[in-house]
């Protein structure tokens, strides 16, 4: 039997995803959306329990490592950065009930960027000192999922907690090389009619521009600007959905906060919308995942909600290494 996990505020279940082959075993899950709980039934045969303060803690199996990738929302750039103040990150208060009870050997939790950010650090160093305080000791990077094969510029923070009198060394992570946006496309033949623009409808640069994220910009939708007056060719200066990506850059952050698939890309001279399987591809889901919604708001919604899973995958292989040797 491999280490027991419990992922809580699981969504689809992406770090059930990435970990099972490694050896974990799947014990407990658990979320309150219904979309997403049905999309992990579709995949992996159980649904998850619901709201975190309804666990019933005495009666949880051997818990060994608790995942969690509680509500962003609070701390996201694309949210209202309300910290402690959003009633959503009183989920982390759960997270810490949980491991409190079961004094799990490890965690691992992952997070928007914004989270190490938030009130100057104020937040993020309170989180950290009561994890400590609960007999866990804590290391932290933000990791990029660029530089674990993926095609997409996401920066999070990942935490991993361990009781086992020794530190997480995240120097050890098996990192790859990105791939390129086009590697991850469909054939043009299987993009929708209606993913595809109108010439008339954006600008593209003579000389598409390479920025340090690895995105490479090419051009914008010619609507209102962002900066009035302002260089049309830097990308700053246009709002970030009318912001058009080259296919041969890594493309920006599949966001929870999209809603109509506005991720506009540039690939061999023509426009067009990313489709929801190329996003999934980019979250490192395989083609055939069972997401109950695979178009409109709830897609992307599970979608960008969810971690990415080769970073993630990464992340645990050095965690059972590390953490687990001996079992």
């Known amino acids: 039997m491999g280490p027991r996990l419990a992922d809580l505020f699981c969504g689809v279940g992406g770090f059930r995803l990435a970990m099972e082959p490694l050896g974990f075993e ?9 979309d997403v709980c049905d999309t992990y039934e579709n995949n992996f045969g159980d649904r998850p329990y619901g709201d975190v303060f309804r666990i019933v803690l005495k009666d949880l199996p051997k818990i060994d490592i608790v995942t969690a990738g509680f509500p962003c929302q609070p701390f996201s750039k694309a949210g209202l950065k309300q910290g402690f103040k959003d009633h959503r990150a009183g989920t982390f208060f759960g997270l810490m009930s949980f491991l409190q009870h079961t004094k799990a050997r490890a965690f691992v939790v992952e997070n928007v960027l914004g989270l190490k950010q938030h009130e100057k650090g104020e937040t993020f160093r309170l989180m950290l000192a009561m994890l400590e305080a609960a007999g866990y000791r804590t290391s932290w990077e933000v990791l990029d999922a660029q530089n674990f094969g993926g095609a997409q510029h996401r920066r999070r923070v990942f935490v991993v907690g361990s009781r086992v009198g020794r530190s997480f060394d995240f120097t050890k992570l098996e990192r790859l090389p990105p ?41 914008y939708l010619n609507k209102k600007m ?6 049309k060719s830097a990308s700053r200066n246009h709002r970030q959905p009318f912001r058009i990506y080259s ?30 399987l190329e ?13 109950s919604h695979r178009t409109g708001p709830k897609f992307y919604l599970q979608c ?19 953490l687990f040797a001996e079992d």
């Open 226 to 231: 962002w900066v009035e007056g302002g260089v």
């Open 26 to 34: 799947s014990a407990y899950a658990s979320d309150l959306n219904k």
């Open 279 to 291: 996003c999934s591809r980019l979250m490192g889901f395989p083609d055939d995942f069972p997401w």
């Open 179 to 219: 791939r390129k946006l086009h590697e991850v496309l469909q054939p043009d033949a299987e993009v929708p009619a209606e993913n595809w623009l109108r010439e008339d409808q954006y600008t593209l640069l003579d000389r598409p521009r390479v920025q340090r994220s690895g995105m490479v910009f090419a051009g």
């Open 247 to 276: 296919s041969v850059g890594v493309h920006r952050t599949i966001s929870a906060q999209e809603t109509s698939g506005r991720y506009f890309i540039e690939h061999e001279g023509r426009v067009r919308r990313l489709t929801c």
């Open 304 to 322: 960008g909600n969810s971690v990415h899973i080769p970073t993630v995958r990464a992340v645990a292989a050095e965690v059972k290494r590390q």
